[in-house]
């Protein structure tokens, strides 16, 4: 089994930014494809960004967050990064990061294993 742990979320100031890390256990790391997902009280749970599996070449992001974060991966130390710039009152939600055995992880497919979630939140 895949265990995900989020971390790097916390209170911000609009137009800040955070960088979100996930750190991945075990040995078939580069197979996933990985993502990030976010959930907002009351609302639905919304895939924001896909990185494909192996050399992470292929990035997906829903058009909420395109051009304001980037998602990579970094293989050698099993670990994947939400790196979010300008940071709106509207991006407040728990982040969850995703992991599918898939080449690509995009809204439409279903993911095989989850992190716990960290919190973001930022005021106006």
């Known amino acids: 089994q895949v265990q995900l742990v989020e971390s790097g979320g916390g209170l911000v100031q609009a137009g800040g930014s955070l960088r979100l890390s996930c750190a991945a256990s075990g040995r078939t790391f580069s197979s996933y494809a990985m993502g990030w997902f976010r959930q907002a009280p009351g609302k639905e749970r919304e895939c924001i960004a896909g990185?494909?599996?192996?050399?992470?070449?292929?990035?997906y992001y829903a058009d909420s967050v395109k051009g304001r974060f980037t998602i990579s991966r970094d293989n050698a130390k099993n670990m994947v990064y939400l790196q979010m710039n300008s940071l709106k009152p509207n991006d407040t939600a728990s982040y969850y990061c995703a992991a599918a055995r898939a080449a690509m992880l995009h809204p439409t497919m279903t993911v095989n294993y989850w992190g716990q979630g960290t919190q973001v939140t930022v005021s106006s």
């Open positions: 990185i494909s599996s192996w050399n992470g070449v292929n990035t």
